[in-house]
């Protein structure tokens, strides 16, 4: 499920934050998808 190609920072705080390099191409296809199926319907 997890596909650790990113950068993993730990906070002080104890969170864990994961930034994906393919962040924003990611968001950009499922934005896509969903003008897409909302286009379909």
């Not at 934050?17 to 990611?26: A, N, V």
Request: some cysteine; overall charge positive.
């Amino acid at each position: 499920m997890f596909n650790f190609s990113g950068v993993l920072s730990i906070k002080k705080e104890g969170e864990i934050i994961y930034e994906k390099k393919d962040t924003f191409t990611l968001n950009r296809k499922k934005t896509s998808c969903e003008k897409s199926s909302k286009d379909k319907i």
